[in-house]
């Protein structure tokens, strides 16, 4: 009784699962189905045939081809198989999937004689999990959307560094753009909006906007809000923009404003080629962009800050002019480092001293920040007081390193002093720690002069024998040169390659002295990228009868 009873109830129950029996007779094309298996195959009980080729018709041509291979060939008796496939409706679209579990019965030549099994209805099952693998690949472009454009813009300093790392390849494949642009608003009175990185057929009239014009950018960044437009939507509400856009193949744009502090700073521009809407979880990994961008630009405008006063405050450590003593020709020159990042504490000096002697000093505090730029000014200040005074270059040595020790800092410093009589041509020289002088004879061949060194300024001493004094004559025509590491060595180079450039770059270098002090930087600068620094004094005794410049 009971039997029967879960025979005659099954078959409903199956159904309301999803599920469903059926039987196929292949000898004769018959099949029966319960009303679970029906219902899947979208057949109605008082109009099916009975026949398995009307079930044929429910399923893709391909699938059923994958099924019959599946269960023909097999060795005698009963084998089961397990397999998804698609349905067809009965207009023909295949919109559902179906999952079937069958037994083949065989006979004794391994021919296969009946199908039994069921149905079970997977499309909701199988669309979540494509959902939920969208989902996930939507996850993974996110992330690499968000690594991307964090990776590229955390070594932006400037605006064209912000550009540049926008419209690199990498982030214009992983946000799917085909064009970038950056705009910003000026920071005078003009509200003008300077816009680069637009295509030059495209947008070369919109390069210089004002933010009040009726124009998406503009309008981006008056009312702080995002544009996301169609094509069809940028012609039918900006008709200004009809001859640029028409011979393109932009499909929509979308334009991000850049807030900082709650100002509107300028926006971001991405044009796309193909893509025909967003949807909200492009929009809000869009904005995150803009966020993104208009934090490295306000951190570029900061620094920008920071580095136009550090540079002013290291001009201003520097001598505001360099004496003119007679019989003695002097040039001067200071090169800040490549990274804009290094503010160093390079510096060069020239004191008139009693008797017509001349002092020339070139220096190097160390570090790249403007704590060095301070230290150097004050340091400088004390060597020029000192060297004043009429001391000689040891003692003037001394005491700066005894100054610079007594400051609030743990800075070291290098230095090179000189005290040169133009007249006889004699010249004491002291050296802390500094790169040694080269000179360029009248006969343009070029030495180095071997200077005793001493310890860095800053290390504690007790007397002047720290700073021993080397005695050298200078000739007529003879030339001095006076400089920092930052002119002679980098990664790529020992102080020795250096130097070897250097002297290279005097001796094949013009006459004048303010030319070869141009000649013999450009000279490094073009060889090498210039990883620090740089402050060069050249002084030279002119020939009998020439004169001081």
């Known amino acids: 009784m009971l039997e029967a009873d879960l025979r005659a109830e099954l078959p409903e129950v199956m159904a309301l699962d999803g599920m469903g029996g059926f039987l196929c007779d292949l000898p004769s094309g018959r099949a029966f189905l319960d009303p679970g298996a029906l219902r899947i195959l979208n057949l109605e009980p008082s109009t099916f045939d009975g026949r398995i080729a009307t079930l044929s ?19 005698p008796g009963r084998s089961d198989h397990g397999f998804h496939f698609q349905l067809l409706s009965a207009t023909g679209k295949a919109d559902r999937w179906a999952y079937a579990q069958v ?18 209805d997977v499309t909701a099952e199988l669309q979540g999990a494509t959902d939920r693998a969208s989902l996930a690949t939507g996850r993974r472009h996110q992330s690499d ?15 064209e560094d912000v550009l540049t790392a926008l419209t690199s390849e990498e982030i214009l494949s992983v946000v799917g753009a085909s064009g970038v642009a950056l705009s910003m608003v000026r920071e005078d009175e003009s509200r003008l909006l ?14 210089l906007l004002h933010v009040q014009d009726a124009l998406p950018i503009p309008e981006a960044v008056r009312s702080q809000r995002p544009l996301f437009l169609l094509r069809s939507e940028l012609l039918a509400d900006y008709p200004a923009l009809r001859p640029y856009i028409d011979p393109t193949d932009v499909t929509s744009v979308a334009i991000m404003p850049l807030v900082a502090q709650g100002r509107s700073t300028g926006a971001l521009t991405l044009v796309y080629q193909g893509r025909t809407g967003f949807t909200p979880e492009e929009r809000n ?23 136009a006063v550090a540079i002013g405050l290291q001009q201003a450590m520097l001598p505001a002019r360099i004496p003119e003593v007679a019989g003695v020709t002097t040039v001067v020159r200071y090169r800040p480092a ?47 007081a000192f060297a004043s005074e009429g001391h000689s270059p040891s003692t003037v040595m001394a005491r700066a390193s005894a100054f610079l020790g007594d400051l609030d800092t743990e800075r070291l410093a290098t230095c090179i002093c000189v005290t040169l009589d133009p007249d006889s041509g004699n010249a004491l020289i002291v050296r802390a720690g500094h790169p040694e002088p080269l000179v360029r004879h009248a006969d343009r061949s070029v030495s180095r002069i071997a200077v005793q060194g001493g310890v860095p300024l800053g290390v504690p001493h007790d007397d002047d024998t720290t700073c021993p004094m080397t005695r050298y004559r200078m000739k007529r025509g003879d030339t001095l040169l006076l400089c920092t590491d930052g002119l002679l060595e980098n990664r790529d180079s020992d102080l020795d390659t250096g130097e070897r450039q250097v002297g290279e770059l005097l001796r094949n270098g013009p006459g004048d002295l303010g030319e070869l002090a141009e000649h013999i930087i450009e000279g490094v600068a073009g060889r090498r990228m210039q990883e620090d620094d740089v402050a060069l004094l050249l002084a030279a005794l002119p020939e009998r009868g020439a004169g001081a410049a």
């Open 338 to 384: 490549s990274d804009r990042r290094k503010i160093g504490g390079d510096w060069y000096d020239v004191v008139a001293l009693p008797n017509g002697h001349i002092g020339l000093v070139v220096g190097d505090v160390e570090g790249h920040d403007i704590d060095a730029s301070a230290v150097m000014g004050q340091l400088r200040t004390a060597l020029r």
């Open 194 to 207: 300077a816009t680069k990185g637009l295509p030059g057929e495209l947008f070369d009239d919109f390069a």
């Open 103 to 120: 037994h083949v019965l065989r006979d004794g030549s391994g021919a296969a004689r009946r199908l039994v099994g069921f149905l079970r």
């Open 57 to 75: 018709e429910r399923v893709l041509p391909g699938e059923i081809r994958r099924i019959r291979q599946l269960i023909a060939g097999q060795a």
């Open 145 to 159: 959307v968000v690594y991307v454009t964090t990776t590229a813009l955390a070594h932006a300093l400037t605006f």
């Open 285 to 307: 990994l869009l904005l995150a962009l803009g966020a993104a961008v208009a934090q490295s630009l306000e951190r570029a405008r900061l620094y920008d800050e920071e580095h």
